[in-house]
């Protein structure tokens, strides 16, 4: 089984629909995909009807996620929460609660990115957006287009939008702890995404992911494209450590990043053990 547990459909930053993205899944051979937009459920029906109307012969299965903006000690990073009740009502409170105050926080990174001499507007962050939740890769999108930098990529930099950068504004994040725990009373299972991942900003202690672990996460992502092979191997320690599952994933975007959907895979027995501790939902199959 080919099994990739991260990918965003424009319900967030990433370029696909979820109907798209599932088709997208299915030609690049995957068995299974999550999809886990940022803070948001809004792209599971449409991707459960894609997934129903597969033509007799094509197999996939989908599992209902998403990815939480949380932070702490200054430090944002990101938890994917798997197969929870989305209606669940203090969790839904906290996504909520994530997403609206993530336009606030695009406009003032728009201004900044104005007064630093880009010439970008929120419009035409908006237009890049569509219908999902704004991010910083939309407002990424903006600069390319602007000519302000030459690939999404380079725009996560300290001159423009990475953590503590100079175009950066802090959002709502809700404390990775509480984040771990209303996935839990929610019935989902919480795996910390990309916990090693340097080039975006500081990342979190392996006390910090002690205490995660004491309050319920379930794993870590190790094989992530932002991992190099020193990284993984310390956090496939460190997870066998503390007892976490090790998961792989793309974190696909469509064309907005250059990775491809299944670059980076999770074991069939650590899906399978994820599975096993999931209450909230169920996987979509066909």
Request: with cysteine; hydrophobic share 40%.
């Amino acid at each position: 089984m080919r099994i990739d547990l991260h990918a965003h459909s424009n319900a967030s930053d990433g370029t696909d629909s979820p109907a798209e993205l599932v088709a997208a899944a299915v030609a690049a051979g995957l068995d299974v995909v999550a999809l886990t937009d940022h803070d948001t459920v809004a792209g599971h029906a449409e991707a459960a009807g894609a997934v129903r109307a597969l033509p007799a012969g094509s197999r996939l299965t989908v599992v209902p996620g998403a990815e939480l903006s949380c932070a702490v000690d200054g430090i944002s990073l990101h938890l994917l929460a798997y197969l929870f009740d989305p209606e669940e009502p203090e969790f839904a409170r906290e996504r909520d609660l994530v997403r609206t105050d993530r336009f606030r926080r695009g406009r003032a990174i728009v201004e900044r990115c104005r007064e630093l001499g880009a010439e970008i507007s929120w419009e035409q962050v908006r237009r890049i957006a569509g219908a999902g939740s704004v991010g910083r890769p939309h407002i990424a999108s903006a600069l390319v287009e602007a000519g302000v930098v030459a690939t999404v990529s380079d725009a996560f930099t300290a001159d423009w939008l990475a953590n503590g950068g100079r175009a950066d504004v802090r959002k709502h994040e809700t404390n990775p702890v509480t984040a771990v725990r209303l996935v839990r009373a929610a019935g989902g299972v919480p795996v910390f995404a990309h916990p090693g991942a340097v080039k975006r900003g500081r990342t979190v202690s392996d006390q910090v992911i002690a205490d995660l672990a004491a309050a319920g996460l379930a794993g870590l992502e190790v094989d992530h494209t932002d991992h190099d092979e020193e990284t993984r191997e310390r956090l496939r320690g460190l997870a066998g450590e503390l007892g976490l599952l090790a998961t792989g994933s793309s974190d696909y975007h469509g064309t907005r990043k250059t990775v491809r959907l299944g670059e980076h895979t999770t074991d069939p027995e650590v899906y399978g053990a994820l599975l096993a501790q999931a209450t909230g939902a169920k996987p979509i199959e066909r």
